[in-house]
Every structure is written in C-alpha cells, then in structure tokens.
C-alpha cells in the first residue's frame, strides 16, 4: 500500500481540494503498517550493548573477545545488523530492522555502549585493545589480537537509510494527513492523472525523499513562507520540499530553493500579477556566491538549454510549487497567450570570474555570500555583433536588438536582462568599461523620439508625444540588468525580456540572500 500526505487547511471544496491538495503530499511505498510514524523511543537495560555485523572484518575480528566476555560472566548483549552466524554467544538480537542501531545511534562497527540507569555513559568504536581493556576493566581482554583495527561503517548510515528509519521509527511530523493510494497504480502515472505535473514526468515524493530534502535546512518544516497565488495557499518548507523532491532537485539545491521561492512570494515580485498575464512571462533564477560551485552549476556553454541538473531542476522547484501549492495552472489563472518555455523552469549561475560587479553585490551582497535573483521573463532574444573590436560598436548592436522589444514603437513598457558573452565581455574589460558604464552607454543608445512612438504605456496620451520633440527612453533607468554569462566561443549575447516592470502595477527584480 502506498500513502500520501495531505494538508487539509484551507479547503472548503472539493474543486479547491483538487486544485490545491498537491502542495502537501509525500508518498512512501512501503508494504505494511510499520511504516507509520511510532514516535516511541526505544528502551534499553541497563549493562553492555555491543553492535556488530558480518560483512565488517573489524567484527569478525572481535568475535572471539565477545566470546570471552561472555564466558567471564560480563553483562552483554550483542545486536546484529545482518546476520548472526558468526557469533557464538548466547544473548545475541536480530536488529536487521535497525531499529536498536537508529535508536543507539549507531554510525559504526562494532560499537561498545555502556547503560546505566537508562542513560549511555560510554562508547567505544571499533577495535583497540587498550580502550577495550579499559572499557570492561579486563587487562588481560584481547592478548592474541592485533593491537588496533578501525570498525566499518554501520548499515543504519548508508545512502538513504537514515530518512527511511526516521520516517519508520522517528515519529516524524510532516504536519499532513495521509491518504491511501492503491498499490498498483504508478505513482508516476497517477500524478499525471490528477494534473500535478508540468507535463514531464515527476519524481514520486516519497516520505524518505521528503524527509532527506528537509534535513538540507535548519528550517522548520512547518514554517509558513508566504502566500502562493492565485489561491493564496500558504506555502510551507515541506511544501516546498515535497515539490523539490518532484522537480528532480538534490538535497543540496534546497537551500536554493527556499531562496528563490521567497523572492517570488515578495510583494514587489508581483508573482499573481506575472500568472495573469497573457505575455509571455514566467519567473527566472540566477544564482551568486560560492553556492554556484558548491552544486555544480552551470554558467557557461548552453547555461539556458539543457544538461546540467541544478540547472534545471531548482527552475522547475519553483514553477511546481506555483502549479501546485498556489494552483497556476495553465488555461485557469494562467492566461498566457503562448507562454513559454520558462514556465517548465529557467534557472542558472552568473559568471563571476570577470571585472564586473555581480548582480548580487549591485543589491549589496559580498561576493563571498550566496544569493538568489528572480526576474520575470520571456524566451532569450540572440544578439550577434562578430564584428565590432570597441565597445561603442558593442553597444550599438545591443541597442539595436534591445529597441524591438515588446514593439519598436513602444517604451518604458518593460525591463531587460542582458546575458553578456565572455567575447563581447573581452571588448568591454580590454577598453575598461565597467558594468555602469555599458548600462549608461545603452541608455544613451536608446531614446527614442515622441514622434516615433506608436504605443506607449506612459500616461501620456500617444498623440501629445508624437507631436513633440520629446525623446522617450526605451527602458527605465534601473531597466536594464547585465549579468556575465554564457560559453567562450561566439561572439553573441542574449537579451531576456520581462513582463511589465513598472511601479507598483508590474514587477521589480527581487533577490535573497541564501
């Protein structure tokens, strides 16, 4: 049988319940009833307990001096992780449930553990003579064996074992209820069925996935976040874990994630704004700081296509939790005309080895600290200028693709991001032109007169600016933002466009610290 979580606050339908209910599910397959949750700790009495397993030669090594302990009339009781053939003592527990190595927590083999009165009050690891000798005050214990031999790493630590003891025995609080789900029905499957996925295929959220994302952060799972539109869902950590865990994100991308969710849930991101609109739009994550390296990102060749899994995974974190938590799905609140390929998720790193500021440290960030920015964006916009060895010329042809945007004959209607290749970078750094400098320079290049103007979203009426000599900027002052990005061959850069970025009606980059 199959479970899955489901935090039942704030539903008042069953329209609302199918809408919203994702934001709060893990699902673990496991096969009985003792998976649930106990939250009972596990006693012992008091005397020695020893921890051991088979596959350990440390263990093997030792087998004899359990043996003699024993027969000196010493209190002891050996627990077995895998298998109890190699032992002959007499008072020997079968813990390949790991419970007792959970509750002990066990990290390696052998382990010695002295009980009094309930409480541990030694341990002793692996094999060492004089420690032994010491620990069961018996000069004599272990005479024939090798001085020392360090022990082996427990069962109850390998790769994904401790989230699935901790959900079995752990008492662990995901603050939802659960639901069953039939055992035959594919997990992944049955997300596509009840719409929780983005149209590509889902990572089941088990518990044990769920519980490992969680131990990436200090944050309480229950901690309310913000709220997520359209429905105005509150959105906890373990929402977003949950929907981490979907989106194919490593435990050590959450951080990231939590980051970037909170930049979206920021008023001035407008994040209900950014899914009503029938633009293009959707949210885009750069990343700063040492973060970027620490999960491999990439800010190189191909940044905004394919290949590299933070990349592409903390990108789709966030959009699933918009999907799933706040209820934006495409054809209801999401109106886009065409959308984009955004919405699947858009993420990736700034170049930080250049002369430039970063975007972090333009929003007071050390560069030492790591940080995230979100931005509304469409698809990127190729600029090619293979030509130009001075800036000025540069800068020329960045204007020139920057004017079309949203409609040559309309301005100061949105922003833009401005990915910079490392090649056209060459040409700014060999001329030492700073990042100010080339925003300034772009700006010079790109006021356009009231009589070219068509459209407008400035107050204004159309027919007073074209009938002056008034000269418009194409973008507000802080409408433009340079990031360094992009693979050393080709002299191009790419211009991201956004949504209406434009007071309190539009939204305005938003970055966090992580």
């Given amino acids: ?8 606050n704030n539903i008042h339908s069953l329209d609302e319940f199918v809408a919203l209910t994702f934001g709060s ?19 012992f009495d008091d005397g020695i307990i020893a921890v051991v397993k088979k596959d350990c030669p440390t263990c093997i090594l030792i087998e004899p001096i359990l043996k003699d302990i024993e027969d000196r009339g010493l209190p002891i009781t050996i627990f077995f992780q895998d298998e109890s053939d190699f032992l002959s003592t007499s008072k020997n527990i079968d813990d390949t449930s790991l419970e007792a190595s959970y509750f002990l927590n066990i990290e390696t083999v052998p382990s010695l553990i002295k009980i009094e009165k309930g409480e541990e009050t030694t341990r002793v690891v692996g094999w060492e003579r004089v420690e032994w000798q010491e620990f069961f005050e018996e000069q004599g214990l272990g005479m024939g064996l090798q001085d020392w031999k360090p022990g082996c790493g427990s069962l109850s630590v390998e790769e994904g074992v401790p989230e699935r003891l901790a959900v079995k025995f752990g008492g662990v609080d995901f603050y939802s209820r659960k639901l069953k789900i039939p ?3 594919d997990d992944i499957e049955y997300c596509y069925e009840q719409g929780w996925t983005d149209g590509l295929p889902v990572i089941p959220p088990t518990e044990e996935r769920v519980l490992k994302m969680l131990n990436a952060t200090p944050r309480l799972p229950n901690e309310i976040m913000g709220s997520v539109p359209p429905h105005s869902v509150n959105c906890s950590v373990v929402k977003v874990a949950i929907n981490a ?17 909170e930049a979206a849930l920021d008023d001035r991101f407008c994040l209900g704004g950014l899914l009503a609109t029938t633009w293009f739009s959707g949210p885009m994550v750069v990343v700063n700081g040492p973060i970027r390296e620490a999960v491999d990102m990439n800010w190189s060749g ?36 065409f959308g984009t390929p955004v919405k ?31 931005f509304s964006a469409d698809g990127p916009l190729g600029c090619v200028d293979q030509n130009s060895r001075a800036p000025e010329g540069v800068v020329e042809s960045l204007a020139g693709s920057l004017r079309s945007i949203n ?3 309309m301005a100061n209607a949105s922003d833009a991001v401005i990915l910079i290749g490392p090649e056209h970078g060459r040409v700014f750094d060999l001329a030492g032109w700073s990042k100010a400098d080339t925003v300034s320079a772009l700006h010079e290049n790109l006021f356009i007169d009231g009589a070219d103007l068509g459209m407008t979203s400035d107050d204004e009426p159309i027919e007073d600016l074209t009938q002056s000599k008034t000269k418009i900027p194409k973008f507000r002052e802080e409408g433009l933002q340079l990031i360094r990005a992009g693979g050393d061959a080709g002299l191009f850069s790419a211009i991201i466009p956004g949504w209406l970025m434009k007071g309190e009606l539009g939204t305005d980059p938003v970055t966090k610290e992580i």
Wanted: net charge neutral; with cysteine; glycine share 10%.
């Fill in 302 to 337: 191909n940044l905004l296509g394919q290949g590299n899994r933070a990349n592409a995974t903390i990108g789709r974190a966030l959009q699933l939790v918009v999907r799933n938590v706040g209820g934006g799905h495409p054809k209801g609140t999401d109106q886009s005309t």
């Fill in 245 to 261: 865990v979907m989106a194919g994100c490593k435990p050590e991308y959450f951080p990231i994630v939590l980051a970037a969710v």
């Fill in 344 to 374: 699947y998720g858009l993420c990736f790193a700034e170049d930080e080895k250049t002369p430039w500021t970063t975007l972090a440290e333009d929003q007071g960030i050390a560069r030492d600290r790591s940080a995230v920015t979100v």
């Fill in 25 to 43: 599910i893990a699902v673990h397959n496991q096969t009985n009833n003792s998976c649930n949750a106990r939250g009972v700790e596990m006693q």
């Fill in 183 to 185: 055992s035959l029905v």
């Fill in 1 to 8: 049988m199959q479970y899955k979580l489901v935090d039942f």
């Fill in 407 to 409: 409609h040559v004959e």
